[in-house]
């Protein structure tokens, strides 16, 4: 990934606290114009919680039945499903998530308002999805979920197919969002009970990747492709602080390996204290194929352009060949403080 001296390439996270995706589109294209490679639909309305608008797929689905209750500190409850008595998984039926309806009506907006000037014409649009892990995981009863995990994984990438098959793939960009995968990988056997209760499948390590690398090359391979490590938003608060960018950066390194189509784009979040060289040590050993685009979550709304600024002198002393972004998406802030989120982005792309 090129980068001029003067410009970094910007990457938006997800979800953006506007009223529409045509209001997202319109304005990141604005305020951020070639800077931004690819722009979200903000994942407004319901789907601004991120996750928690698949609990009616999870209600109304064939053969389940609510099982109990899992409580995560700063978010909702979720309520937990099993199978309902004497249903065999194979009998298991979700229906449409949403997700895809959603995106093909986002495209037009999207078509629409690039046409007109206000997207810059070679900006993608991107599809930023849960892993199937993440939302079976959080929604399933735990004797339940393993099984769970495949038949809503199968649903999910028939819902990638319909956005494929809809949209032009010269426009499209698919990401997937990274989140509880990493926080059981990095060494959550060392967290406390309470954290190894709510995020602790007990499944190896390699059924995590494996599980990324499914999903990831069932994406078409002239469709970008994305992955955006995370640890969280609660509260803006991470679930698990990470104790310096190593697991992001083994994780990626891995996928990175295993995965047979090509990454686009991988993201790494760096908390906003975290402006010491410990941090991105790690990232002298990550081994990104050619044409892999890094994008750093430094951007962070409370500390502005000056925290910025160290957190990217720190990260220069490592590598020097990457993007900005924050940490996770914008759907938690208010609406009146996305422009100013927006013209941060730009002014620290700017930085260089």
Known sequence: MATSTKRRPVLLIGSVSLGSAAEVFEAAGTALGDLVRRIPDGETGIRLGWIGCQAEAFQNATGLQAAGERVVPGALPFTLYGLKPG??????????????????????????????????????????????????????????????????????????????????HRDLAIQWDVCLEILEYDTISDRPEATRQLFGSGLPREDLLAGVVRISDHVPADIELGLHFCYGDPGHKHVIEPKDSGPAVEMTNLLSSAIRRSITWAHIPVPRGRDDDAYFAPLRGLKLKPGTELYLGLVHFTDGTEGARRRLA????????????TECGLGRRSPGSIPSLLTLHREIAELG
């Open 87 to 168: 249903t065999a998984t194979a009998d298991v039926k979700f229906d449409a998530l949403g997700y895809a309806t959603t995106a093909i009506e986002s495209y037009q907006d999207f078509k629409r308002l690039r046409a007109a000037g206000k997207v810059h014409n070679a900006t993608r649009f991107q599809v930023s999805l849960p892993t199937p892990f993440a939302v079976a995981y959080s929604f399933s009863e735990r004797s339940a979920f393993p099984a769970l995990w495949q038949v809503y994984e199968r649903r999910l990438l028939e819902e990638v197919d319909e956005i494929a098959r809809a949209i032009p």
């Open 314 to 325: 720190a990260a220069k002393r490592v590598v020097t060949d990457f993007g900005v972004a």
